[in-house]
């Protein structure tokens, strides 16, 4: 009888011990290449990368790089005072998609034109509209006092672009971060398309937009067992 009772004592232990501490960068490794994790990855990722071709195969916009961050985390030993939440996961995993896109600014008007046509059709992974967005279409078609504003943005989902009317340099899309340090299943950066910077693009078309995709956690694991997939 005493055994049992010591046997229970010890897994409650073990179970508050592992709600308290921190997750260990091996098991945080554990969990990010299970068979969970890996499904829920390439769903989340196929998801952006279709939105990501929306765009290059529905609008004037030309496809030029695609950088791709993926990242698994673990939790934080437990914070008894001022909890930001990162004490209550083991992990949680997310996605960040940029991609860039070459246009003539000499058409600036068709391109984004084209952008909002393609997001007025039923069931468009492109959430920009001419009924919600098309006063950027028309800040283009006429001439008026009002400053540039170069991006269409909603919640985890923003196309911004070089501005055409103003030659503040901090308005102009610059080169993403290198990739740097990637160690699957943790930690990933992939860079593509031929095309490998955005001085390039520019050369070639006049002009650079990029959308940047967030997608809500993919996988996450609390310190009680709980397990959601995006």
């Known amino acids: 009888m005493w055994g049992t009772v010591a046997t229970i004592i010890v897994v409650a232990l073990s179970a508050c011990s592992s709600q308290v501490r921190a997750t260990s960068p ?7 290449g299970s068979a969970q994790a890996a499904q829920a990855r390439q769903k ?8 990501v071709h929306a765009y290059a195969d529905r609008t004037p916009l030309k496809l030029g790089m695609l950088v791709l961050r993926d990242n698994c985390i673990g939790g934080r030993a437990k914070q008894w005072i001022d909890s930001n939440g990162a004490d209550t996961y083991k992990i949680r ?5 940029t991609a860039y896109y070459g246009a003539d600014p000499k058409k600036i008007v068709s391109v984004l034109d084209g952008v909002l046509a393609a997001g007025d059709k039923s069931g468009s992974a492109i959430p920009f509209t001419h009924q919600a967005n098309g006063q950027f279409v028309n800040y283009y078609r006429h001439t008026d006092g009002h400053a540039e ?3 269409l943005s909603l ?6 672009w070089d501005p055409v009317r103003d030659d503040r340099p901090s308005l102009t899309i610059t080169e993403p971060d290198q990739c740097v340090g990637s160690d699957p299943p943790v930690r990933r950066c992939v ?21 940047e ?16 997939t995006g």
């Open 149 to 151: 504003v170069p991006q």
């Open 44 to 51: 989340t990722e196929s998801r952006l990368r279709d939105v």
């Open 213 to 228: 995709l967030t997608a809500p956690d993919y996988y996450t694991v609390s310190k009680s067992g709980q397990v959601h």
């Open 26 to 32: 091996k098991e945080v490794r554990r969990l990010a």
């Open 191 to 211: 860079r593509e398309r031929e095309m490998q910077s955005v001085t390039a693009i520019r050369k070639r078309y006049g002009m650079v937009f990029k959308l």
């Open 155 to 160: 919640p985890s989902h923003t196309l911004s």
């Open 93 to 97: 995993c997310s996605i960040q998609v």
